[in-house]
């Protein structure tokens, strides 16, 4: 049997979006489900820990890591097949995910267009249900296939399967480190209906009387670009935490105090609240330690203003969590995985 080849002392600076220069004692590149599926059957990385990277937009990289870094290029995009209602479309868990969207729109089967330029890999948005300007990747999604490492074996999952949540998934959780997807197919519904409620989206739209996918893709990504750093040019990854949620209790008696509190009601009656609203009030926009900041013009965001460590991000991470407790008494829960 052949195996992709093993590297090693491998720097993982081009497969992390905050650029942390750590290092893996050894790294594959996986490039087909037959390599992903034989991993278990290679004799020399028997036993060794496992880190499945794509695009690492969604992780924090605090130290070097003594195992080998699997890092999944499975290409591919094609149209499966169609029903009366929706277009099925598949990717390569390697494709970037933003090519594949803007390639679902040059096929004529939109429905992606609000999740324009979220950094990663097709592979790595179901894990943490990726979301944005009112649509999350759960509602698109058909089915994924993985393979398990511990055992060669492919695998089907489906929506149910995947239990998505708000930026979470049985990926994140029970199936963590243990399954590698290999490909993601979607749903892509032929009745189009446009999702241009979020206020930053409508008001990129003012004036178009009428307006199709293209223009919420270019909608989204002009509105992404005023307000969100570009890792390529300032290393982050994306929200660091998520939107609290809190009792509607709760929430009145922060409001009695905090009357400008950002909120959103939910379906249940709990509400959530803007965190990028609670750390901003706290004072933390722009500030930071070392090298890692909180960025300037959305405080959801955490950056490496180019020199710091992954520990750094986290020391700032928990300062944030701390104040934010002590002020408002909510917890923030952090967004990426941290290593
Ligand atoms: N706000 C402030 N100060 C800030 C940032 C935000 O006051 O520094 C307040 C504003 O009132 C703003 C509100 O918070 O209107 C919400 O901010 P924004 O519209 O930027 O959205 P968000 O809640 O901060 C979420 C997602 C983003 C997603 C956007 C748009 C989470 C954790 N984050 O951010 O997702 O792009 O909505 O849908 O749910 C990501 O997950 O990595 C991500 C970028």
């Known amino acids: 049997m052949s195996h992709a080849s ?4 491998y720097s993982l600076r081009p497969h992390n979006t905050f650029g942390f220069d750590v290092r893996a004692r050894h790294a594959m590149h996986i490039d087909s489900v037959e390599a992903a599926a ?25 130290r070097d890591f003594d195992g080998v870094a699997l890092i999944v290029g499975i290409m591919g995009k094609r149209v499966i ?7 099925l479309v598949e990717a390569g868990a390697g494709e970037n995910w933003h090519a594949f969207v803007a ?39 058909e089915r994924l296939h993985a393979v398990e490492l511990a055992t060669g074996a492919r695998a089907e999952f489906d929506r149910d399967a995947c239990a998505f949540g708000y930026r979470d998934s049985f ?19 032929k009745a189009w209906t446009p999702r241009a409620d979020y206020a930053d989206v ?12 293209q223009a919420i893709f270019d909608a989204v990504i002009a509105v992404r670009r005023a307000k969100l750093p570009d890792w390529t040019v300032l290393g982050n990854a994306g929200s660091f935490f998520k939107n609290p949620v809190v009792s509607a209790d709760a929430f009145e008696a922060l409001k009695a105090r905090e009357p400008g509190v950002v909120s959103y009601r939910q379906a249940d009656g709990q509400v959530k609240l803007a965190a990028g609203w609670l750390i901003d009030r706290c004072g933390w ?23 710091a460590t992954g520990a750094q991000v986290l020391e700032l991470a928990e300062a944030i969590q701390r104040d934010v407790r002590a002020r408002f008494g909510v917890e923030l829960e952090m967004e990426p995985v941290c290593l």
């Open 38 to 62: 034989a991993l278990v059957d290679n004799a020399r990385i028997a036993g060794m820990p496992t880190l499945v990277l794509g695009g690492g937009s969604n992780v924090v990289l605090t």
């Open 103 to 141: 390639w679902t729109l040059a096929q004529g089967m939109p429905g992606l267009e609000n999740l324009a330029l979220i950094p990663g890999t097709v592979g790595a948005a179901p894990i943490q249900n990726i979301g944005a300007y009112g649509l999350e990747m759960g509602e698109r999604f």
């Open 171 to 189: 990926f994140k959780r029970a199936g963590r480190g243990r399954f590698m997807i290999t490909s993601v197919v979607f749903r892509l519904p």
């Open 202 to 213: 409508a008001r990129a739209l003012e004036g178009a009387s009428a307006y199709n996918a």
């Open 81 to 87: 097949g169609e029903d009366e209602d929706a277009w």
């Open 285 to 307: 926009k722009g500030r930071g330690i070392g090298g890692a900041a909180v960025h300037e013009r959305q405080a959801l965001v955490l950056v490496n203003r180019g020199d």
């Open 6 to 9: 093993l590297l090693a002392d």
